[in-house]
């Protein structure tokens, strides 16, 4: 890989775009006019970005394009915290293969299912806190931060007296601000310690949680070692705990913004499934998916990438990508094709955690519209403010109305 760091005329990425905007026009342009480009990051390396629908999801899925040699010293990254090597994200096959079929044995659609009452419950806690404040409430504070905390703690069966032990860590994942290093250490080895302590205990008085599943999960001798599991863990609470957040924040700004979907959908609650897709097609989330370095000369989109130099995924600019998308920049919480979307990823890493996140989502902003139909921005939009120089879109506070 190389470790050439240039100064140039190149557009630094992620690009200026308003962190008030779902859209992009950088992208939109380059997705007509330059759909593989090379941009510089904030480190100084250079990168390729690809914009359009079927080249994202060829990179994805093309096992020459490396997130283990990401995860290397030195690599270029938009995202310093999923540089661990042994974390899932970080790693190729075939250890990823060998990890992800033990996850998976853990992380079922059933196991999933079970934990809906309780989240159902988790939502109805939060909503009848923000009803005892009264209008205005902050949905950020009241509901879309809390929620995923609480939430995956459950999944992970962290009995409710010994969250606290995890809320240094939580606190961290969800700040979205700069941490000192050695401070980031000593709240990542707390959680370490904790989630050691448990795995321990799961292993003599297991439960019907996430964590249990994990620590039983086998494929002949084979199992996940406990430094797997409890990587695994820190990735499913730090993913979970800021996409959720933010997907659900940035979605009820998207409905305010949206007046007209936002009525159809109290109207009729059954499009809450393919309105929570077409939600996480349209919501601009994130700037990037994860960097990959090419281990080999490879063709993508008429543009020749020579092994050694970093790819950027752009997710996002692939969902709207009219040559897969009808109306790609309207939102449309009927739109017969919101399953096409790649917000969750593609591929060997496509988001383990995706059935969960869904379900949060949908059981969230159906309650939220139940409960309180006539839900309005208790400010005018153009007042929210998003925390500056993030990689996922923060809305600091979101104050409602009913």
Request: charged fraction near 20%; aromatic fraction near 4%; hydrophobic fraction near 40%.
């Amino acid at each position: 890989m190389s470790e050439q760091r240039l100064t140039s005329s190149l557009p630094l990425f992620p690009f200026p775009t308003p962190l008030s905007s779902d859209e992009e026009p950088d992208l939109a342009r380059l997705r007509a006019e330059e759909p593989v480009a090379r941009v510089r990051l904030a480190s100084g390396h250079e990168a390729w970005v690809i914009t359009r629908y079927e080249d994202v999801k060829t990179m994805m899925a093309d096992p020459r394009f490396s997130r283990q040699r990401a995860a290397e010293p030195g690599a270029p990254t938009l995202v310093a915290s999923v540089q661990t090597p042994d974390m899932l994200v970080s790693m190729d096959p075939p250890g990823h293969t060998r990890v992800r079929r033990l996850v998976n044995k853990a992380f079922t659609y059933r196991a999933v299912g079970r934990m809906r009452p309780r989240v159902t419950q988790i939502v109805v806690e939060l909503l009848d806190g923000m009803a005892e404040q009264g209008p205005p409430a902050d949905l950020v504070a009241g509901l879309a931060k809390p929620l995923p905390s609480r939430v995956i703690c459950h999944a992970l069966g962290v009995p409710h007296e010994e969250q606290s032990r995890l809320d240094g860590f939580l606190e961290y994942i969800a700040s979205d601000t700069a941490v000192p290093p050695d401070e980031a250490g000593v709240v990542g080895q707390e959680a370490v310690g904790y989630l050691t302590e448990l795995i321990g205990r799961k292993r003599q008085q297991p439960g019907e949680d996430l964590l249990t599943g994990m620590v039983e999960a086998h494929d002949g001798a084979d199992r996940l070692t406990e430094s797997e599991i409890v990587m695994t863990t820190l990735l499913l609470i730090g993913a979970g705990q800021d996409t959720t957040r933010n997907q659900l924040a940035n979605s009820v700004v998207t409905l305010f913004r949206h007046p007209d979907q936002l009525a159809m959908l109290v109207r009729q609650p059954d499009l809450l499934p393919q309105a929570v897709e077409e939600l996480l097609r349209f919501s601009r989330i994130t700037a990037a998916g994860l960097v990959r370095i090419a281990t080999a000369d490879v063709e993508l989109g008429g543009v020749r990438i020579h092994a050694g130099e970093a790819v950027l995924p752009l997710p996002h600019s692939a969902n709207r990508d009219a040559a897969v998308f009808d109306r790609p920049d309207e939102l449309d919480v009927t739109r017969p094709d919101y399953g096409a979307h790649i917000a969750f990823g593609h591929g060997i890493h496509f988001c383990v955690g995706s059935a969960l996140a869904r379900m949060e989502l949908q059981e969230s902003l159906g309650a939220l519209l139940r409960r309180f139909p006539t839900l309005a921005p208790a400010v005018p939009l153009a007042e929210l403010t998003w925390q500056p120089a993030t990689i996922i879109r923060t809305l600091t506070a979101l104050p409602v109305t009913w």
